[in-house]
């Protein structure tokens, strides 16, 4: 089954999205009381809440970004080790793991595959 735990970046948009929504109520709601006009104060609470929904949000793609370029680089890394690996003949059917001898047979004291 796939990994299914969030990126760090995943977490911190969806974290930011309900930080802000949270600051934006309490600040909307201590506003409106301050004004005596909950409509007002929920007006400006939403819109600097959302403000901070948007800062988190663009931390958090730039993030994610810079996570998928390091993964492709890793991927194209790997590719290149495998493909220098397939050339130097060392590969896993070259008969130089372990139990093997230079006959073909392995031998009895030493642990690998036996036909």
């Not at 709601?29 to 006009?37: H, R």
């Not at 070259?94 to 036996?114: K, Y």
């Amino acid at each position: 089954m796939a990994d299914e735990s969030m990126s760090p970046g995943e977490m911190m948009q969806r974290v930011g999205m309900g930080a802000g929504l949270a600051i934006g109520i309490g600040v909307g709601v201590s506003l409106g009381t301050g004004f005596q006009n909950l409509a007002l104060g929920m007006g400006i609470g939403v819109g600097m809440g959302t403000l901070v929904m948007m800062c988190f949000i663009s931390a958090g793609s730039k993030l994610r970004k810079q996570e998928w370029e390091a993964a492709q680089a890793a991927r194209e890394s790997s590719d290149t080790d495998a493909e220098d690996d397939s050339e130097s003949g060392g590969g896993a059917g070259s008969g130089t793991g372990a139990g093997a001898v230079a006959d073909g047979e392995p031998d009895a004291d030493r642990p690998g595959p036996r036909s």
